[in-house]
C-alpha cells in the first residue's frame, strides 16, 4: 500500500502548488500542528459515524491510527482492516509537509500535494476533510484494495467524511 501511496503522490504532485509559496498564507502553523494526533472518528455527510457502518473488527483496527508532525515531518502510523485476510495490518509512511492556507500538504520532489482541509484547529482537536487532489490518489488506492463492504455508501461517500483527531 505504501509503494502505491507514494507512486500516486509522485504521479500527482508535479498539478500542486510548490514548495516556496507554502507559509505566506498559511492559516495554521507547523507549531499548532506539533505533536501526536489519534483518530477519534469520521462523520459520514448523512451525518452517521464510521463506527455505526464499518463491522466492528474493521473499526477497532482503523480506530489504532495517529499522525505525528514534528518539525517538518508528518509521519501517518495508518491501520487498515484486510477483509480477505481478517487481520490488522500496520504501515507507516514519513513526508516532508507544508501548510497552504488551511490545507496540510505532503511535500514530494520540492511539490506541494493538497492532502487535508482542516476545518478546525485548537490545542486538544483537529478535525478535517481530504481535498479533491488526495481524493483522487485515496480512490485509486480503495479500489486496489478489499477494503470493508459498505453497501449503502459508494467510495465518493467515504472519501467526503469529516475526520476527527485529538491530542
Known amino acids: 500500500m505504501k509503494k502505491i501511496l507514494l507512486i500516486a503522490l509522485s504521479v500527482i504532485a508535479f498539478a500542486a502548488c510548490t514548495k516556496k509559496d507554502n507559509d505566506n498564507d498559511a492559516k495554521y502553523t507547523r507549531a499548532q500542528l506539533e505533536g501526536q494526533w489519534n483518530y477519534v472518528e469520521s462523520r459520514m455527510s448523512d451525518g452517521k459515524l464510521f463506527s455505526q457502518i464499518v463491522p466492528s473488527e474493521a473499526f477497532n483496527c482503523i480506530k489504532k491510527m495517529n499522525y505525528i508532525f514534528k518539525g517538518d515531518r508528518w509521519i501517518l502510523n495508518e491501520y487498515k482492516y484486510k477483509n480477505d485476510e481478517k487481520t490488522c495490518k500496520y504501515n507507516s509512511a514519513s513526508f516532508l509537509y507544508v501548510v497552504k ?12 500535494l493538497r492532502a487535508l482541509d482542516v476545518i478546525n484547529l485548537n490545542e486538544s482537536e483537529l478535525v478535517f476533510k481530504y481535498n479533491d487532489e488526495f481524493k483522487r490518489i485515496m480512490r485509486l488506492q480503495m479500489q486496489e484494495q478489499n477494503s470493508p ?11 467526503n467524511v469529516t475526520i476527527t483527531y485529538r491530542r
Open 101 to 112: 492556507g488551511s490545507t496540510i500538504c505532503f511535500v514530494i520532489n520540492d511539490k506541494a
Open 149 to 159: 463492504e459498505l453497501s449503502d455508501y459508494t467510495i465518493d461517500d467515504i472519501l
